[in-house]
Nanobody, 123 residues
Framework: QVQVSESGGGLVQPGGSLRLSCAASGFTLEDYAIGWFRQAPGKEREGVSYISNKDGSTGYADSVKGRFTISKDNAKATVYLQMNSLKPEDTAVYYC????????????????WGQGTQVTVSS
């Protein structure tokens, strides 16, 4: 059974940085993507970024391009989301999730989800 768990959220001032971590385990196949999603109060869940385990390809939402960077450390079985130049509109609960055979920002194909970590950007 795939298990994922996020950490690293917190309170940060506008313009600041945070790094989120997603520890994932229990994979039965090698072709999967790990995605980061976020959901703010009263808003739909939206895709932020993903990374493919198979070929390392990545994708980003337009709203975070140039500010967020996704990466993975295979030795630690961990995916990171480095978030720079944070804005108040980045405030949300951030989730990581796993999807087999597809690399997408659409949350529908993701079957395994973490519990989420709160990111608050405020002065």
């Amino acid at each position: 059974q795939v298990q994922v768990s996020e950490s690293g959220g917190g309170l940060v001032q506008p313009g600041g940085s945070l790094r989120l971590s997603c520890a994932a385990s229990g994979f039965t196949l090698e072709d999967y993507a790990i995605g980061w999603f976020r959901q703010a109060p009263g808003k739909e869940r939206e895709g932020v970024s993903y990374i493919s385990n198979k070929d390392g390809s990545t994708g980003y939402a337009d709203s975070v391009k140039g500010r967020f960077t996704i990466s993975k450390d295979n030795a630690k079985a961990t995916v990171y989301l480095q978030m720079n130049s944070l804005k108040p509109e980045d405030t949300a609960v951030y989730y990581c999730a796993v999807a087999y055979f597809i690399y997408t920002l659409d949350y529908g194909p993701y079957d395994y989800w973490g519990q989420g970590t709160q990111v608050t950007v405020s002065s």
